[in-house]
Every structure is written in C-alpha cells, then in structure tokens.
C-alpha cells in the first residue's frame, strides 16, 4: 500500500489549507487511515482519523473544531480540512494506514503504513 500525501504550504494565522493523501493497491483492507503531525523536536502527534468502513472519525481536543477528516472513495483519497490555523499547527502532516482491527486512532506505533509527509508552516 502506498500513501501520498500533498497539499501543504506555508499559510498565515486564521487561514486554511486542504491536505490530500491519495492511497493505492489493497485499498479495500485499509480499516483506518489517520493524519498525524511532527513539529521539530517533539513527538509525533495524532490529529484526525477516519474508519473506512463507517465513515467514524477521531479528533485530537487540540485540533476539534478547527479540523475536519473525510474521505472520498471515487477518488482513493482522504482529506483534512484545516481552518484557523494556529503557529502551533505548523510542522510536517503524514497520514498513514493500518488494515488491523482495534488500532486506536491516536497512537502513531498502532499504524503501519505511512507516508513520506507534507510541510505545513502557520505564520
């Protein structure tokens, strides 16, 4: 399974961005897929995920309201709506992947599969 993630940039205080990670091959034992995030010299950090059979979705309390998970099956690919972005929110997005039953969502060691990444930068 290959996970591509896009859409990232650098983007003032209050504004938006729309990150896209395009999934292929066995695309039907993905149970959930999840966005995480890095900031240089801290841990890895859940922000959203989505279970791809009942559309459930998971929000870090940092990131709820603010972030929106969604998926789009024509299209192999899964989304995060980001508004009102905060300094705080800048550092590297991935999403990654796991086709097991009871993966929690927020815990990055739960997922196996993973993407290279994409920079978002709040100034």
């Known amino acids: 399974v290959q996970l591509v993630e896009s859409g990232g940039g650098s983007v003032q205080a209050g504004g938006s961005l729309r990150l896209s990670c395009e999934y292929s091959?066995?695309?039907?034992?993905?149970?959930?897929m999840g966005w995480f995030r890095q900031a240089p010299g801290k841990e890895r950090e859940g922000v959203a995920a989505i279970y791809m059979s009942s559309g459930r979705t998971y929000y870090a309390d940092s990131v709820k309201g603010r972030i929106t998970v969604a998926q789009d099956n024509a299209k192999d690919t899964v989304y995060l709506e980001m508004n009102s972005l905060k300094s705080e929110d800048t550092a590297m997005y991935y999403c990654?992947?796991?086709?097991?039953?009871?993966?929690?969502?927020?815990?990055?060691?739960?997922?196996?599969?993973w993407g290279q990444g994409t920079q978002v930068t709040v100034s």
């Open positions: 990654a992947a796991d086709p097991r039953i009871g993966v929690v969502p927020g815990i990055a060691p739960h997922f196996t599969v």
């Open positions: 091959q066995y695309t039907h034992n993905l149970r959930v």
